[in-house]
């Protein structure tokens, strides 16, 4: 069973990206990192989102205008399996 995850979500009309590790039992086990963008998005426009993570560091940007970015160490490989759902 897996428990790391990825999640791209809106709460209170904010983006959020948030990732993990979940319950394993390895160095890295129980980490998480998550970004808010900066602003809310319940405007009735179209918005272009992207997220990257690369290692331990994770980068959310909205509509070519950088919201945040972090990393924390140790999360560096995540076991995440299909499907992957967006909505």
Sequence with gaps: KHS???????????INFAFGSGTGTGPSAGLSLA?????SLL??????IRVEREGSAATLTIDD??????????IEVL???????MG
């Design 35 to 39: 970004l808010e963008g900066q602003r």
């Design 43 to 48: 405007d009735n426009e179209w918005h272009t």
């Design 79 to 85: 076991d995440v399996s299909p499907p992957i759902y």
């Design 65 to 74: 205008q950088q919201e945040a970015n972090n990393r924390t160490d140790g």
């Design 4 to 14: 790391d995850f990825m999640a791209l979500y809106m709460l209170n009309g904010k």
